[in-house]
């Protein structure tokens, strides 16, 4: 018998009443050294339990490996953390997570496949995922709370209504967790829509909804699904994500408080997504793809709570005062906002080309024909280098079948030829060739993977033929950038034009968080102490990349820049305040 069961109308954790007061935290958008400061200041917020989804693609990045359980990736190090912590947790292991996150967190490994029916009974997709949880579960069992440790329940699949009705799928999934030895209680969770919510949901699990206003039209929605049980919002929207070129979402912390309110006054459960967002570090962020391919930015804030660098916002003071009408808050203050770097510069004196680099340090995959994708090149981040030549000289333009995935340089003879973007939906160049078998080349920035509705999986890299004025060029040569090393770059003092690393040191007395500005800098990607902070860009909404505290040390740390165009300046800015844009309220 799992230690969660549910009553008529509530929960009950080993025998006793238990009204679920979570908030959603994701390990791998926080930096490990600071588990346990989030976890704690989630608790004296008034929360009994955090949530946390399991990113499929990070855990498993080779289908023929073993699952990665360390670093940032260390779950049951953050569900002993949260234990500790006296705080219980919900896990959401997908397979599909959405999230925001690359993918919606199936590996590109498993979504390249040409036919394969993702979400689905498809055999292919069910025995990777078998062979998955094989290797993910063993290790997370002592962890679930019918061998003593902190999760009272898994979920089935996410928000599955609004994209299938494969019943077949969602029954493999519940028994694959049982076959496993999970024992705890199982739920779905899809909006409060009729139609979600008998697409997304099984006899005998829990079914709950997400939403994040009208809470009394929401919860009756939920009641005339399933007549009796917990009524359970598992995520309660108090805030947004960002996409590039767009404002920063924000929402009235009143308003957000407002609703609680009304959420916990009817008797429910809930789980407010997001208590704190934190950061999508690396090549992690998703994209949306509605009428236009949308990436999203590489803060994860979310106007949460907790903000992205840790610190209550106005938020976490509304939340504890309405969670302390309805449930025991601890006696402690509040937690005071962390400290923060003295403003510095910095100075990037070291510089070093990257397609000189790019040549020189990567073997290539030729290419007789078309160029490969990313995909068919087996790489899931990161950018590709193209290269062929043009056999004849003169004004014309090169045609891109298909588009690019999802971002495109166009060199001539190392000169810049013009850019092309997915989300314009641009496929032609008009160029200048300067002479007969002049070299091409094409840089392509995977800017995220969708992570909802059907384009999950969608290709990345050049996505078709390339002709110049109707004549197709092949003979390509497709380098892959993964940029998961750099420790060889070649950095000097010369000059360098076009894409370059630019490189300097700065000195701290003793770490603290911070927050890297880039003024006269265009658009790349940046590093500190080989920590890969994530994606800049000046057409905003986030100006700032927040540096976890962890990622510095005493003395000398360095910086290292990926420009991908030109820069006014050879110098960046350590600051002690976020940046994250014009605000847009929702």
């Known amino acids: 018998m799992p230690a969660l069961t549910t009553t008529s109308d509530g929960f009950l954790l080993r025998g006793r009443p238990l009204r679920i007061i979570s908030g959603a935290m994701h390990y791998f958008r926080i930096h490990p050294d600071l588990w346990a400061d989030r976890l704690h200041k989630a608790r004296l917020m008034g929360l009994n339990t955090v949530e946390t989804y399991v990113p499929w693609n990070l855990h498993q990045p080779d289908p023929d490996g073993p699952v990665v359980l360390d670093g940032i990736l260390d779950l049951p190090r953050y ?155 598992t995520e309660f929207w108090v805030g947004w994500f960002d996409h590039w070129g767009e404002e920063h979402h924000t929402r009235s912390g009143a308003d957000a408080a407002a609703d609680l309110d009304r959420l916990l006054a009817a008797g429910a459960s809930v789980n407010i997504y997001m208590f704190h967002g934190g950061t999508n570090f690396g090549f992690t962020n998703g994209a949306n793809h509605d009428h236009a391919y949308a990436p999203v930015v590489t803060s994860y804030d979310y106007d949460a709570p907790l903000t992205e660098h840790g610190d209550p916002g106005p938020k976490y003071h509304a939340f504890r005062e309405v969670i302390a009408r309805h449930a025991p808050v601890p006696d402690e203050p509040v937690p005071a ?3 923060k770097l003295p403003p510095a510069a910095v100075e990037l004196d070291r510089r070093a080309a990257l397609l000189p680099y790019a040549v020189a340090r990567t073997e290539p995959v030729h290419a007789p024909g078309a160029p490969l994708t990313q995909h068919e090149l087996g790489q899931r981040a990161g950018y590709v280098l193209y290269r062929t030549t043009v056999p004849v000289a003169g004004d014309g333009v090169l045609h891109f079948t298909g588009g690019v995935g999802d971002r495109a340089q166009v060199f001539l003879d190392g000169a810049p030829a013009g850019v092309l973007e997915r989300e314009r939906h641009e496929e032609a160049l008009p160029v200048r060739v300067p002479r007969p078998g002049a070299t091409l080349e094409v840089l392509v920035e995977n800017m995220g993977g969708v992570n909802y509705g059907p384009r999950i999986g969608a290709p990345k890299g050049l996505l078709g033929p390339v002709a110049f004025d109707g004549a197709p060029l092949d003979g390509w040569d497709c380098r892959p950038l993964p940029l998961d090393d750099l420790r060889d770059l070649p950095l000097g003092t010369a000059p360098a034009t076009g894409p370059a690393f630019h490189h300097g040191t700065f000195e701290v007395d003793e770490p603290a968080d911070a927050f890297l500005a880039l003024p006269g800098w265009t658009k790349g990607q940046a590093w500190i102490n080989g920590f890969h902070l994530g994606r800049y860009w000046n057409r905003g909404p986030q100006r700032t990349l927040y540096v976890p505290a962890p990622v510095l040390r005493p003395g000398r740390n360095e910086l290292l820049l990926l420009e991908l165009h030109a820069t006014t300046t050879g110098r960046a800015r350590l600051t002690d305040t976020p940046d994250l844009g014009p605000e847009k309220p929702r």
């Open 79 to 233: 569900l002993e953390l949260a234990q500790a912590e006296g705080l219980h947790v919900l896990l959401r292991p997908g397979p599909f997570i959405c999230a925001e996150w690359d993918g919606g967190g199936l590996p590109s490994w498993l979504t390249a496949g040409p036919d394969i029916r993702l979400r689905s009974s498809d055999p292919r997709f069910t025995g990777a995922i078998d062979r998955y949880l094989d290797l993910l579960l063993p290790p997370l069992l002592p962890h679930l709370a019918a061998s003593g440790g902190p999760v009272i329940a898994v979920q089935v699949e996410n928000e599955y209504g609004a994209y299938g009705d494969d019943t077949a799928y969602l029954t493999h999934l519940h028994q694959a967790f049982r076959s496993r030895g999970v024992e705890e209680l199982l739920f779905t969770c899809d909006q409060a829509v009729p139609e979600h919510q008998a697409a997304g949901s099984l006899p005998g699990t829990l079914a709950t909804g997400t939403f994040g206003s009208r809470i009394e039209e929401n919860l009756t929605r939920l009641r005339a699904h399933r007549s009796e049980g917990p009524l359970m919002c």
């Open 337 to 339: 906002p962390s400290r």
